[in-house]
């Protein structure tokens, strides 16, 4: 540490909810680090030997109290053979080679007021685990739920890449790659409240609407199915941007893609989004050749439907027409669907690292309500009209 006894920490701001930050230096030799947060639990950190957020199967720096009587606890390098909490176990005597190692958790700290702390030094190479002495390398952190004990689970999770060369502070560099980053995730909020807060479910409204748009507006077509159509592409656009910038933004950051639910599900529902779009382009024909017609009827369905042109048609449509009609308006539910869990989750997300996103959460509620009562609106008014046509 004499080596670099005179050089900065580098300070790098994990999540602000709970509010947790990682101040750390590097020498050729060795890695300092101190880490605290709000939340008061176990603290713990560890070398990402595989390149990813996985824990599972790499070391971790682990800070935990033994006694409720004391905020001072003890740290230890520990194994993290699984996720349960039996699986995580304290290395041999030998190989226990921190220098410098504290951990407090409790109702007030010497930098937190109410958190906890965990600071040590540890060698560079330890053993066969060998952290590279410059370059972006990734390190995996988590907060437990308890200052007492492994069970309960994690109250954060995850993984971030420092910059390590020697006595070198990058703070710049860091905070200027956490401005870029949320510079991103503020457009990606903005065109996911465009895409799945206005745009699909006014598109979905315009076709459940649609005796109320019966006009012509533009080359023989319904006014309805202009506006279902255009709503539709420019949600698609949004979502190609939305889905291609997340994947830049977060090369930038760590790398780490689709591990989360909400990314999981963003994914998933770029590929409804995009099938949704492919299938519409390529419907089938709403009726037969007339030589099909004449060769079998087993294959129309006589029903009032819009053609083509977005008017109303009395004549024999294709079972196949049929089924893709079924299909589609299923598949606009469940992304509809979707697309609501994603604002609500995408608004948690964007709170962990913005901070207070409440009245947000309130207009998303509000917004919700008006969804669902215009849902209910169109079930009624579907309902009340199939029976008078009965």
Request: aromatic share 10%.
């Amino acid at each position: 540490a004499d080596e670099c006894a005179d050089a900065k920490y580098t300070t790098v701001i994990l999540s602000l909810d709970p509010p947790t930050r990682i101040l750390y230096r590097s020498t050729s030799t060795a890695l300092e680090v101190m880490m605290e947060s709000t939340n008061v639990g176990w603290i713990g950190f560890g070398f990402a030997s595989d390149g990813t957020e996985k824990m599972v199967g790499n070391k971790a720096v682990i800070g935990i109290l033994s006694t409720s009587s004391s905020p001072v606890g003890v740290v230890r390098k520990y194994s993290l053979g699984g996720i349960d909490p039996s699986n995580v176990v304290a290395l041999a005597g030998e190989e226990q080679t921190l220098v410098n190692a504290t951990f407090i958790a409790g109702p007030s700290t010497a930098e937190v007021q109410g958190g906890s702390r965990l600071q040590f030094v540890k060698d560079l190479v330890d053993g066969d685990e060998i952290i590279p002495s410059e370059g972006k390398v990734r390190f995996i952190y988590a907060l437990g739920q308890n200052p007492l004990s492994f069970e309960g689970g994690h109250r954060l999770r995850s993984s971030v890449l420092l910059d390590l060369a020697p006595c070198v502070d990058f703070t710049a560099i860091q905070e200027k790659r956490a401005r870029d980053y949320k510079r991103s995730l503020r457009i990606h909020g903005i065109l996911a409240a465009v895409a799945f807060g206005f745009l699909i479910p006014l598109a979905i409204a315009a076709s459940a609407a649609r005796q109320y748009l019966d006009f012509e507006i533009c080359c023989g077509k319904k006014a309805w199915f202009m506006v279902h159509i255009t709503l539709n592409t420019l949600s698609f656009l949004c979502v190609i941007v939305l889905f291609v910038g997340s994947i830049l933004s977060k090369n930038a950051v760590n790398g780490n893609h689709f591990k989360k639910t909400h990314e999981k599900v963003g994914l998933a529902l770029f590929i409804l989004v995009s099938f949704q779009v492919i299938t519409s382009i390529f419907r089938p024909k709403t009726s037969l050749a007339k030589k099909s017609m004449e060769k079998s009827d087993s294959d129309l369905v006589i029903d009032t439907f819009e053609d083509e042109k977005g008017q109303l048609s009395s004549q024999p449509k294709s079972r196949a027409r049929m089924m893709w009609e079924i299909g589609h308006k299923i598949l606009a539910s469940v992304i509809l669907g979707m697309a609501m869990y994603q604002l609500y989750s995408g608004l948690h997300a964007y709170g962990r690292i913005f901070g207070q996103v409440d009245s947000w959460i309130t207009a998303y509620w509000i917004w919700l309500g008006f969804a669902l009562a215009f849902v209910t609106f169109v079930i009624y008014r579907n309902t009340v009209s199939f029976a008078k046509a009965g």
